[in-house]
């Protein structure tokens, strides 16, 4: 199965960015990046998603290394409501394998 | 996306019983899967149910503990079979179609007595 390693939980003040890191130096040439972040008492919720070139999209945006053995989630302005276990996720074909994730905090 | 309902949302059952969650998706899906989390625990999938055949199971995971069912693209039941206290978990149903995104619902709370 494909590893990610991220830390157990960061914190962030609100309104500044945040950036949740991910290692994934076993990753193939076929593996996506995937994040989703999981709020209390809900499923899992999609963020973001990338190969190799770095994505924006309206919740968030996603920097993958050029080697891709690592990427970087950014929170542009962290809100109370991004408060979530975050999981960096590499996903082949249409099986997911979550790691641990990152608690977010976020302080008011 | 795909709007997934999850029933029970929650339930309490004795050991030895068995539960069918079941997995209802608001429009025709190619996959569907499902997922344990165990408390204070990241997702590990169960198994890919396939539509009109036996699912696939994940590594640790057997059809006898766990049968499931998919009898067409928009549902699905995952039964949790003579349950013991340590079976007591979240439960939860995702789904994806061609290159869309994996969604998931919001889970069945399950605990053993």
């Known amino acids: 199965d494909a590893k990610t390693t991220q830390p157990n939980s960061m914190e962030s003040n609100e309104e500044e960015p945040v950036h949740l890191p991910c290692n994934h130096s076993?990753?193939?040439?076929?593996?996506?990046i995937h994040w989703y972040r999981q709020l209390p008492s809900q499923g899992p919720e999609y963020v973001i998603h990338?190969?190799?070139s770095n994505v924006n999209n309206r919740m968030a945006s996603l920097a993958i290394a050029e080697d891709r053995k690592s990427s970087t989630l950014i929170l542009h302005r962290a809100t109370l409501r991004d408060a979530a276990v975050y999981y960096c996720?590499?996903?082949?074909?249409?099986?997911?394998?979550f790691g641990t994730g990152t608690s977010l905090t976020v302080i008011p | 996306s795909a709007v997934i309902s999850q029933k029970p949302s929650r339930d309490i059952c004795q050991r030895g019983t068995s539960l069918t969650i079941q997995c209802q998706v608001d429009s025709q899906v190619t996959m569907m899967f499902w997922y344990r989390q165990q408390p204070g625990q990241s997702l590990t999938l169960i198994a890919t149910a396939n539509q009109g055949s036996e699912a696939t199971y994940e590594s640790g995971f057997v059809i006898d503990k766990f049968p499931i069912s998919r009898p067409n693209l928009t549902f699905s039941t995952l039964t949790v079979s003579n349950m013991s206290p340590e079976d007591s978990s979240i439960y939860l149903c995702?789904?994806?179609?061609?290159?869309?995104?994996?969604?998931f619902g919001d889970g069945t709370r399950l605990s053993i007595l």
């Open positions: 076993t990753i193939s040439g076929t593996d996506y």
């Open positions: 990338g190969l190799t």
């Open positions: 995702s789904v994806k179609d061609g290159n869309q995104p994996q969604h």
């Open positions: 996720i590499l996903n082949t074909g249409n099986q997911f394998y």
